[in-house]
């Protein structure tokens, strides 16, 4: 039989009213057997994702102040959606568990989870599937990092028992049993290893957008929407920014060459974005698949004279970077120049005592930071068969004026990046996209 893997964001199950849509879709297919649920989102653009209230509550709980107006904030959202399913779900029992949780020793993951935790139960009950606690499965090592294998080999067992289950997102736990959520937007990756685990045929992701579009649709106008995509093109787009999908998504499904399905829960029959290894035939057509970026860099220049001919600069550079646990984004580099993009936040917390041990280890003869840098990277795959791309690109930029800080052709010959100041970012973002719109 076959089996798909459907994942439901939070916009997707935010009411009683969207959980009717979401089983709708489940039952339109036999297929859709295991089921990956996120926290209840907004419902609208002034409201606030369970999961923000839930961290709240944890803030205030832990500060010893009061968080009973959160939590009941939090418990009518529950019990909206149980009432208006015409559910009996005893949410004031769950709820009562967390109260008295935050009143001994709050943790932060565990009050995160909670979201997904009873939606996920809610979601359960209202289909008549099996829930599968991700507690029990989805395992991560002791400094946070995600275990793939155990989780996978224990996730397969546990599912196999099962014909039809709700999975809850996000989350999982240490050794110890102890939770542990994934970064935000992390439902997503629990989808793909449930897909891994369960050998899916494919991995559905039903959110707010009919797509992944070649561009932030909050900067371009009614950005056309990506058909089919690989899975790399999709990281290089997610990792820049688009956001649609959790850029560390792709890697359970690639493994196990399960193709994604992006499609939206508010227009069904929108046949979304597909993304698979590799797209025959399209290369001939097809130059650029999507442009992404985001703000929020710095960029660290040094200059030394000789400094190519001298061994072993460069490790000691990023030796000091690693050292402070600052990982680096490009490391463009000339032959008496170096500089290294960095995020303006991850370098915040020791940047004093990066650039004075930069200082002192390797006696620069100019050492500066430039701040409010923005990122950007277009991205496709046939872009290395064309050689007017590039030109376009560039001649974009400067057509709209705009001052070009840096320019990486990544090694994986499947982006281009530029960095520009962060106030040219839209303009820079708009001048690109519509540059290369004829070629996507
Ligand atoms: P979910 O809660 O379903 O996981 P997300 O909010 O995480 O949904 O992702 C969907 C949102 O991503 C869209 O509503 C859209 O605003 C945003 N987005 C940003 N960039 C893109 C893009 N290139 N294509 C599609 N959506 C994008
Ligand atoms: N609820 C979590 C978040 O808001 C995870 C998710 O929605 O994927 O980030
Ligand atoms: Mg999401």
Redesign the pocket.
């Known amino acids: 039989m076959k089996t798909i893997v459907v994942k439901f964001?939070?916009s997707s199950l935010a009411s009683a009213g969207q959980f009717q849509k979401v089983a709708d879709i489940i039952r339109a297919e036999t297929a859709r057997r295991y089921v990956v649920a996120?926290?209840p989102?907004k419902r609208d653009s002034a409201d606030t994702?369970?999961?923000?209230l839930l961290y709240r509550c944890y803030d205030l709980a832990s500060a010893k102040q009061d968080f009973a107006p959160v939590l009941a904030q939090i418990e009518s959202r529950f019990a909206d959606i149980a009432e208006g399913l015409g559910l009996s779900f005893d949410v004031s029992g769950e709820i009562a568990v967390i109260r008295k949780h935050l009143e001994q020793n709050p943790q932060r993951d565990y009050m995160?989870s909670r979201?997904?935790y009873l939606n996920s139960k809610l979601l359960a009950a209202f289909l008549g599937y099996d829930f599968l606690d991700p507690a029990q499965a989805v395992r991560f090592f002791p400094d946070g990092a995600f275990d793939s294998e155990t989780t996978n080999e224990t996730l397969a067992a546990a599912l196999s028992n099962s014909e039809r289950c709700v999975v809850a997102?996000?989350y999982g736990a240490f050794a110890d049993g102890t939770i542990h959520?994934?970064?935000?937007?992390?439902?997503?990756v629990?989808g793909a290893i449930v897909a891994r685990a369960v050998k899916a045929d494919l991995y559905e992701n039903w959110t707010d957008v009919s797509g992944m579009l070649s561009a932030d649709p909050r900067i371009v106008e009614n950005p056309r929407t990506i058909a089919q995509i690989t899975y790399k093109e999709l990281r290089e787009l997610s990792y820049m920014g688009a956001s649609v999908l959790?850029e560390d998504a792709v890697f359970p499904v690639q493994k196990a060459n399960i193709p994604i399905n992006i499609r939206n829960t508010n227009r069904p029959a929108d046949p979304g974005t597909m993304i698979m290894p590799a797209l025959p035939g399209k290369r001939a057509t097809r130059k650029v698949t999507g442009v992404a970026g985001h703000t929020g860099f710095s960029s660290i220049l040094i200059d030394k004279a000789m400094m190519n001919g001298e061994i072993g600069f460069g490790a000691k550079l990023l030796t000091i970077l690693a050292r402070h646990g600052v990982s680096f984004e490009h490391c463009p580099s000339g032959i008496d120049t170096m500089s290294i993009i960095v995020s303006t936040a991850s370098l915040a917390p020791s940047r004093d005592a990066i650039l004075a041990e930069i200082e002192a280890e390797l006696q620069p003869d100019h050492l500066s930071v430039e701040d409010h840098l923005a990122l950007i990277a277009v991205v496709g795959q046939g872009m290395i068969y064309s050689k007017g791309v590039a030109a376009s690109i560039f001649g974009a930029i400067a057509d709209a004026n705009i001052n070009i800080r840096m320019i990486d052709q990544g090694s994986s010959e499947l982006n281009i990046i530029v960095a520009v100041q962060e106030a040219d970012y839209e303009n820079a973002i708009r001048s690109i996209y519509h540059a290369v719109e004829n070629r996507l």
């Open positions: 964001g939070g996120s926290a989102g994702k369970v999961t923000d995160a979201g997904e997102g996000f959520t994934f970064s935000r937007g992390g439902s997503d629990t959790h």
